[in-house]
């Protein structure tokens, strides 16, 4: 039996295939050394250091860029969304306006734009409303249809008190109530409206109403006008006790307009005079003339270089350009998607994004003051298309991509000549390249075949160092 068996396994010893690649030699010829263990040490060593570092490196992911042609938008037009608070300019008479490089002009615009009024220290006083467009007043004629003056049954010769800086306090002062037309001589609009106020003066006092009407001239009174804030011609103003009343009269510039609107501030003192908690109230909550305007929203622009500015501008007035003051501070700034409240998405995506790939905003909280006339600041913006990508590919899931802008700008103060108005400018030019960030990871099969080559180089390198040492020291010992 045992004869039988021994023959049996050299046959199939002789008939199996060759195909073993890990013959192993018999332990009894193999021999152990020091020098062995030291190198089995220290290559499991090395096996461990570098499989944490491997592992490590497969578990963080790292950021790239690349630059493209920007033909992946899907709209010809960007959202520009903008918060400004200019603090000297009454939300009267401030525009918004949207010129470009392809003809597009746009004055006071008023879709998706809503306006905030400031008090002296830029802080929000009142909800001014929805920009809305400048509409023209209504003015009395004082022509037939011959186009010969009419002459109204007023005593010749007798106009509304002039005022000076000497008699301007004691005029408020002495009347409970008073309506002052600020006006320029070289105005068209208060050459226009002189005959009506004259005749409204002369009704006043045919009335005996218990107000006072009169008039300053600010080209002679050019310090009075400043005090007292005067930025467009002509300013008609209402006082009371000597203070003014806010806002300033914007209605129709008619004789009975006028009359109408005194009588009806008339009625309003002497509701608040027979009532002591209207006095009290109305004595602390008096104030200072409008200050300033914040204006916020967004506009549509087309994806050429052009511009928005902001600037004053009336259709029923002339603005006193010497006090056009265009101090602003950008609140916010940005293109695309609004970054001031950003979405869970965005949150999400731009945690793993560097700080230096995130310059959305980067005029927020900015202020540029000038207190020189004639000058104000212009930004030059240069805008990128930027698209991030956190899945590890520009073609995954869209939950995990996102398009927005990216922005650069230069701010300086530019000088304007006597005769044109300031404005606060923001030019913008939108790069025909665009910036992709995507994260990129390593794929688990590049990990795998980097932990085999870690393993197999690791224990071959030290093997081949073994083995020269062993050779070495062994001649040494011969």
Partial sequence: MRGASGTKRVVNNRYQPSVDFYRRVPRDLTEATTLGAVMSLSCITIMVVLFFSETYAFL???????????????????????????????????????????GANRQNITKNVEKWHLDDKGVKRGYYGRNREQKEIEHESHYDEEGEEIEFDGIPGEHPEVLDKSSFESF???????????????????????PTWDKFAYAMREKKMKAGVAMVDCVDQRILCTENGVRAFPTLRWFENGHSVNPDYHGDRTTDAFINFVEMKVRAMDRIQNNPALKEHRKNTRHKNEEGC??????????????????????????????????????????GEGHQRPTPKMKRIFRNVPDSFKQFKPLDGLSYITTQYHKAFHHNMKVVSTYFDMGGSFSSSPSNTLNTYQFLSQSQVVEYNEMNVPEARFSYDISPMSVVVQRKGRKWYDYVTSLCAIIGGTFTTLGLIDASLYKVLKSKKL
Wanted: proline share 4%; aromatic share 12%; net charge negative.
């Fill in 294 to 335: 914040r204006v916020l929203g967004f506009i549509m622009v087309n994806r050429v270089p052009g511009n928005f500015h902001l600037i004053a501008r009336s259709v029923n007035h002339n603005l006193h350009i010497a006090m056009t003051n265009l101090s602003h501070t950008v609140n916010h700034l940005s293109f």
């Fill in 60 to 102: 963080i992911s790292s950021i790239t860029t690349s630059v493209d042609v920007d033909d992946k938008f899907e709209s010809p037009q960007i959202k520009l969304n903008f918060d400004v608070s200019i603090y000297d300019l009454p939300c009267e008479y401030l525009s918004v306006d949207v010129l470009d490089s392809i």
């Fill in 172 to 194: 408020i002062n002495r009347n409970e109530g008073a309506f002052i037309n600020f006006y320029a001589p070289w105005c068209v609009w208060c050459q226009r409206l002189h």
